[in-house]
């Protein structure tokens, strides 16, 4: 073994909980190991990442990671925190949401090595489709009690709760099924530990109930905390929605920009729980930017490490330079190179007005680029006294007011940026 699994996610605050046991489990050779992903979407959120980064500790200490898509279960709903259960996904939906979401895991896990821990992705659906109602409950409810079910704190609190319609027995059987899922991989695979969030743990502990009394063996549990941020909000939500790690849904820019945001007390957290930093260099970072928290070391190197791992290298330079673009001192060449998506991305919430190409093709002169056709200013007068003053710029360069804006200015064939001194930025779109 490499490293022991239970030691590094306890300094790096990833354990909530761990069934007394696990620790000399894991030490005592290769173990597998899995976590459930909902596939209701063909792409991973920052959400699932605290899970995917535990299998790639895992994998790193020597053991086998196994990713189990939640296709039976991203059925029927799982009453944990929510109160809606889950629309129906198609065989072919969830086999094109799989086969998206194994390649991003693959950015992560070693799927395709020939050694012992090379990781594994199953889908529950594959065994629970053919599992008649009948069977089910013969074979796997007998087993676990009513009384047992109910003592869980997902049921207790979903029934308890003022807002709550009640519980469905769909909803209420979701934990049978969870449980099972773990009893067919210790059968199947032979897996001993399932790990989650910390509001998984009644789900995780029926499948080790099923284990000692249908596997007659023992299965383990291990939880993490759940994400949250000092200030209250939402982790891994924004006012757009979810931070997701595909680039066509959240762009590599936006992504950086999420975590280049994040707060003193967050980074300090986040720096050990979303990257592969060692505790020596995450306690210098963080005592370095201790010392200097104005430079904002820790956030920068949390979103370097995060968004390389993600998306790579190239993307994070690309994500770095963008940012120059809006906050720093960057050039007209440094505009050209911006693509459309990530130009929009950084100047999303800018002022803008659309003029006419015909009006470019013809040759903009600055008083109608800044008053007389956008209202950027209020009057031509105040255009002029502007350009006399020398605080307004084409694309980064300062310009007079003889100058015309031409074809020849347009970013993407569309925009044009004028700035009115450091901190009025606004934009011409040409259609």
Not at 63 to 86: F, Q, Y
Not at 163 to 191: P, W
Not at 221 to 244: M, Q, R, V, Y
Not at 371 to 377: G, N, P, Q, R, Y
Request: proline share 2%; aromatic share 8%.
């Amino acid at each position: 073994m490499n490293k022991n699994f239970v030691e590094e996610l306890s300094w790096r605050g990833m354990i909530h909980d761990v069934m007394p046991g696990t620790e000399e489990h894991l030490l005592e050779g290769l173990r597998s190991a899995y976590v459930g992903i909902d596939p209701t979407a063909d792409s991973l959120h920052i959400g699932h990442l605290v899970g995917v980064m535990m299998l790639k500790h895992f994998q790193e200490a020597g053991h086998r990671p196994v990713a189990l898509v939640g296709g039976a279960t991203g059925m029927i709903g799982d009453p944990s925190g929510k109160s809606n259960e889950r629309n129906l996904l198609t065989e072919a939906t969830l086999l094109h949401n799989q086969n998206a979401l194994k390649a991003q895991l693959s950015k992560f896990l070693d799927f395709e090595s020939d050694a012992d821990n090379a990781a594994i992705l199953v889908n529950n659906y594959d065994w629970m489709k053919n599992f008649s109602f009948l069977e089910f409950i013969r074979d796997v409810g007998k087993h676990i009690t009513v009384n047992y079910m109910m003592s869980k704190d997902s049921v207790k609190k979903r029934l308890s709760s003022d807002a709550s319609e009640g519980m469905s027995f769909t909803e209420f059987t979701y934990q049978l099924v969870q449980g099972y899922d773990f009893l067919h991989l210790y059968r199947e695979l032979d897996c001993t530990l399932q790990m989650g969030g910390s509001d998984q743990w009644g789900n995780i502990t029926t499948g080790t109930e099923l284990i000692r009394r249908i596997g007659d063996g023992k299965g383990y549990a291990l939880t993490c905390p759940l994400i949250t941020k000092a200030d209250g909000t939402k982790f891994g939500k924004t006012e757009s929605g979810n931070i997701w790690l595909d680039p066509e849904r959240t762009s590599p820019y936006k992504f950086y920009q999420y975590w280049l945001n994040t707060s003193d007390e967050d980074a300090e957290r986040f720096i050990k729980i979303f990257t592969f930093l060692s505790k020596k260099e995450i306690e210098e970072l963080v005592s370095q930017h201790k010392e200097a928290p104005h430079l904002r070391q820790l956030q920068r190197k949390l979103a370097e490490e995060i968004t390389t791992m993600v998306h790579s290298r190239e993307e994070y330079d690309n994500a770095v330079k963008a940012s120059e673009v809006l906050f720093g001192k960057s050039t007209a060449q440094d505009l050209k190179n911006l693509n459309e998506a990530t130009f929009l991305d950084v100047f999303e919430g800018v002022p803008q007005a659309t003029v006419a190409r015909e009006d470019v093709e013809a040759g903009l002169d600055m008083i109608a680029a800044l008053s007389a056709k956008t209202d950027f200013l209020k009057s031509n007068g105040e255009a002029r006294r502007a350009l006399k003053e020398n605080s307004i710029s084409v694309n980064k360069e300062k310009v007079s007011e003889d100058y015309t804006i031409t074809k020849d200015d347009l970013l993407n064939n569309k925009y044009v940026i004028i700035n009115k001194g450091k901190r009025n930025t606004y934009i011409i779109r040409v259609e």
